[in-house]
């Protein structure tokens, strides 16, 4: 039977990557975070020194692209994908405010989303994927057999985000947490190139007063 090429989108922490999760592993499907690739980018442009306040040095980030190696590993232990940056494991590392504060400032730039955009290509092509972003459904599989765009208030998504970076012992603020959200809201919603947009195919999910199983149930619906 057809594997399909499912194209999860939306806003900053609605619980993207813990549906498409849920989904793909349903349907013994693989999942695709996207978010982790432009976050592992940020964090190599951190660690290089490119990123300064709010500006990119952007000719020295382009130098270096070719050498910035992204790939998932299953860790059967856990049973999910982490994130390895030129063979070194950062899934922690890409989950910071300091990363998240950054990262919309690289996945505004054009050569960077080119860049990953072939290699999400490459790796959902065969389909039997969950892949979720921002532009996935608008640019990476404009012909994805099922597209979703999720949503929820910002400040219900900012008081999740918030909760789980407690849970990790990052010391933060509510409001700190709040503006990231509506900043990255911005900057995602505004930039040139892959904007984050629903596209007219997509069936939208608020899900500010869903329970993760509800939202499942109504896309495993769709799906079949
Ligand atoms: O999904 P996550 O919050 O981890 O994504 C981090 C950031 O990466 C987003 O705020 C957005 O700026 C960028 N992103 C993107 N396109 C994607 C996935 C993520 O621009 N397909």
Redesign the pocket.
């Known amino acids: 039977c057809k594997t399909l090429i499912i194209a999860v989108d939306g806003h900053?922490?609605t619980g993207?990557?813990t549906v498409a999760k849920l989904l793909a592993s349903r349907l013994g499907y693989t999942y695709i975070?996207?978010?982790?690739m432009?976050?592992a980018v940020t964090l190599e442009a951190l660690r290089k020194g490119f990123i300064v306040g709010e500006k990119v040095e952007e000719e020295k980030l382009k130098n270096c692209l070719s050498e910035i190696h992204i790939d998932f590993r299953y860790n059967p232990a856990d049973r999910r994908y982490e994130t390895y940056l030129n063979g070194e494991y950062i899934e922690e590392q890409i989950r910071t405010m300091e990363v998240s504060g950054k990262?919309?400032l690289i996945?505004r730039i054009g050569f960077v989303r080119k860049f990953l955009v072939e290699q999400q290509r490459e790796m959902g092509k065969a389909g039997g994927i969950v892949m979720?972003?921002?532009?996935?459904g608008s640019v990476v599989f404009p012909h994805a057999d099922v597209k979703f765009f999720m949503t929820a208030s910002p400040e219900v998504r900012a008081m999740r985000r918030y909760k789980e970076l407690l849970e990790k012992g990052e010391k933060v603020e509510y409001a700190e947490v709040e503006e990231n959200v509506r900043k990255?809201d911005y900057?995602?919603e505004h930039r040139a190139e892959?904007p984050l947009v629903k596209t007219a195919d997509a069936l939208l999910i608020d899900n500010s007063e869903m329970t993760i199983e509800e939202e499942v149930q109504v896309m495993l619906e769709k799906i079949e």
């Open positions: 900053s922490s993207k990557s975070d996207t978010g982790a432009y976050r990262v919309s996945a979720d972003g921002r532009d996935i990255r900057l995602d892959g």
